[in-house]
């Protein structure tokens, strides 16, 4: 260690010196001052808990975490369109920007950190290459497998498989067919009897037409009027109407009770009906009844009146279908292949569709009205 040399200018008198005439003469005497070996040493040495290193540490351990944090979310959306795409690309300049900004120290383990580093980055893009030539591989597996799960979402959960508006509707034609020749069919379907994945398809159509078409638009079209409930019932029970003009009166409208210029007569006629099943109930069926309503009640009667009767009118065309077409010794299912073949080149089915459309629409549009 290093001395520091201090003078210090001390002076030497005595008492023999006082008050006499000899001259004191000033003497430099020398001190020495140690200073401490560990002190000196720190200073020398640079200081561990520096701050700036600190940070830089941080910083670059922030940096890897980002890095990894990329390259698992690139990972994750290797296989994507081009917008994606985009993105990826985007996330490989911020990995190169990255990169750049790391600090550089002439020590091997620097090196050896970003070394690692880039092999980390390649690694992950050939594991996902790696994934997507196996999905490419293993595509018809996919393809079947996607299948399956559709076919057990068909099975258990029947209300959730999508199909298209056309197809329900050919399904309940044909199922109209085949009841007006065998009438248990229907009753057969509902009470579970038939198990067959035709009869379910069918099933699954009437279904989706009360619930779906039909239901919610009744449901729309009451909730927005005044009617009473004794006039719905009876728009219910009868499937048959005409609503006539006549002279206008100024009376107690009979659907919603309003004090209206009512001049129009609904006639309500028609045999009562099973809504599942459409079997007929031959108790009073010449039972009629005619009620005086006005100018807007007149209207959401005949749209209410159209989409309520709808299916029981579409059967009774078939009914009549069969009837007319002499079936005797023929069996079913080949007089019912036969028929609809008939009905859907003719474009007989096609027409009764779009019937089904214009109910619908016409419904959601008179939603509207105040």
């Given at each position: 260690g290093k001395r520091k040399r201090l003078n210090t200018s001390v002076v030497f008198d005595s008492d023999e010196s006082e008050g006499s005439d000899i001259l004191v003469r000033k003497v430099f005497a020398k001190r020495h001052c140690i200073m401490?070996?560990?002190?000196?040493?720190?200073?020398?040495?640079?200081d561990k808990t520096n701050p700036t290193e600190n940070v830089s540490a941080n910083r670059k351990q922030k940096i890897c975490a980002k890095l990894k944090e990329l390259a698992r979310q690139r990972a994750t959306r290797r296989s994507c369109s081009s917008e994606n795409c985009e993105d990826s690309n985007g996330e490989?300049?911020?990995?190169?920007?990255?990169l750049c900004h790391?600090?550089?120290?002439?020590?091997?383990?620097?090196?050896?950190d970003s070394d690692s580093m880039k092999d980390f980055i390649v690694e992950e893009e050939d594991d996902d290459d790696n994934i997507e030539h196996e999905i490419s591989e293993n595509q018809p597996q996919w393809k079947?497998?996607?299948?399956?799960?559709?076919?057990?979402?068909a099975y258990y959960v029947p209300h959730l498989t999508r199909c298209d508006h056309y197809v329900h509707f050919k399904r309940i034609v044909k199922a109209f067919l085949i009841n007006a020749i065998d009438d248990t069919f229907l009753s057969s379907l509902y009470d579970g009897t038939r198990q067959k994945q035709y009869a379910q398809d069918m099933l699954l159509s009437l279904r989706y037409l009360d619930d779906r078409f039909v239901q919610p638009r009744l449901e729309n079209l009451i909730s927005t009027s005044r009617w009473k409930d004794r006039y719905k019932e009876r728009v219910d029970c009868y499937p048959d109407v005409r609503i006539i003009m006549k002279n206008p009166k100024n009376m107690s409208c009979?659907?919603?009770?309003?004090?209206?210029?009512?001049?129009?007569?609904?006639?309500l006629s028609g045999k009562l009906y099973n809504s599942s099943t459409l079997e007929a109930d031959d108790f009073m069926s010449d039972d009629k009844q005619v009620l005086t309503v006005g100018t807007v009640c007149a209207d959401r009667t005949r749209v209410y009146h159209n989409l309520k009767h709808f299916k029981y009118k579409l059967y009774v065309d078939c009914s009549s279908i069969t009837e007319s077409d002499g079936f005797a010794d023929e069996p079913v299912?080949?007089?019912?292949?036969?028929?609809?073949?008939?009905?859907?080149d003719s474009g007989w089915i096609e027409k009764r569709y779009n019937d089904l459309e214009d109910c619908m629409n016409d419904a959601d549009s008179f939603q509207e009205e105040k």
């Open positions: 401490d070996k560990d002190e000196n040493s720190q200073e020398q040495q640079p490989e300049g911020i990995e190169e920007e990255l790391l600090p550089l120290t002439p020590t091997e383990s620097s090196e050896a079947e497998l996607n299948a399956s799960n559709s076919e057990l979402l009979h659907a919603c009770g309003l004090n209206r210029f009512c001049k129009f007569d609904v006639l299912k080949e007089t019912v292949e036969r028929l609809f073949s008939q009905l859907e």
